[in-house]
């Protein structure tokens, strides 16, 4: 088959029938974890729909400290490219070595995590809303930030628009969504800490460029690893804990410029933060 051919089959999984797109998965992990990859592999590809090839993106060292070890198993995996390279930004790896591979603007992105096994439709339903929605993001999970409690109300449900996309639950954007430059620039102007809330940053920079984010329903239920909870280095116990990390870079958002020059240039996720202060 050619991508220049047309259409491919149902099964598949170029689901709505249309003239087909190029769509990669991308994922990261850390040194702890690279034994455990395929598990997490295994639920991809066993998936109803194919991804036209799968990304592993590493950096150097991981937080600039563990170097890792990479299995001769790996080599092995047909349609997936290891990225090594640069200096750990952080779980934004999951995703930001391919913009610089993937530059067609209507590629499809979906991010997974490496301590989720996901059910067989996971590709296949983010496909079909992508498919549909061309100009919008979606993830089986997302949350609105509040001023109430822990400051984070989960949404769920097909095509529930939320404030934030969350990575665990896989994601999928398109190549035009994002603005390299401008997120690596982000990046380099906010905190170190922030650089373990991908969430955040991921769905803030998108924000800013007009593009909407909805959940969407899965048939199948996301299976947690147990080594999520196991390591010491997972991004629940970095920094008081997602929750927390969340909610000070939500303020940081707000009080990082000036009030004024806030309203002017704000993103959407900006201003629903300041919104909520009022």
């Known amino acids: ?26 994922l990261t992990t850390s040194p702890q974890r690279m034994h455990h990859l395929p598990k997490v592999l295994d639920s991809i590809f066993n998936q109803l729909a194919s991804p036209d090839a799968i990304y592993l993106n590493l950096p150097k060292r991981y937080r600039s400290r563990d170097i890792y070890i990479i299995p001769d198993w790996l080599s092995d995996v047909q349609q997936l490219t290891l990225q090594q390279q640069g200096d750990d930004l ?16 209507d590629t499809l992105l979906i991010t ?28 089986s999970r ?3 930030f509040t001023n109430i409690g822990q400051h984070l109300e989960p949404v769920r449900g097909e095509h529930a628009p939320c404030h934030v996309l969350q990575g665990y639950g896989a994601c999928a954007y398109r190549r035009h969504n994002f603005n390299t430059k401008i ?24 924000a800013s460029r007009g593009v909407a984010r909805y959940t969407i329903e899965l048939a199948g239920r ?12 997972s991004l629940k116990f970095v920094d008081g804990g997602t929750h927390r990390r969340y909610e000070k870079m939500r303020q940081w958002l ?16 900006d201003l629903v933060c300041r919104l909520l202060l009022e």
């Not at 051919?5 to 249309?18: C, E, F």
């Open 90 to 105: 952080g779980p934004v790896m999951k995703i930001l070595p391919v913009l610089e591979v993937e530059t067609d603007p």
């Open 183 to 206: 997120l690596l620039n982000s990046l380099a102007a906010q905190p170190q800490s922030f650089r373990f809330s991908d969430d955040v940053i991921l769905s803030n920079h998108i």
């Open 112 to 139: 997974i995590d490496d301590d989720v096994r996901y059910p067989p439709d996971t590709i296949l339903a983010l496909q079909t809303a992508a498919q549909a929605n061309p100009k919008s993001a979606f993830g």
């Open 254 to 269: 707000i009080k990082a410029v000036s009030y004024t020059h806030l309203r002017a240039h704000e993103t959407v996720l």
């Open 142 to 144: 997302g949350f609105n």
């Open 1 to 26: 088959f050619q991508a220049e051919d047309g259409i491919r089959d149902l099964v598949r999984s170029r689901g709505l029938g249309d003239v087909y797109k190029r769509q990669v998965l991308t």
């Open 222 to 233: 996301l299976q947690h690893m147990p080594w999520g909870d196991e390591d010491s280095q």
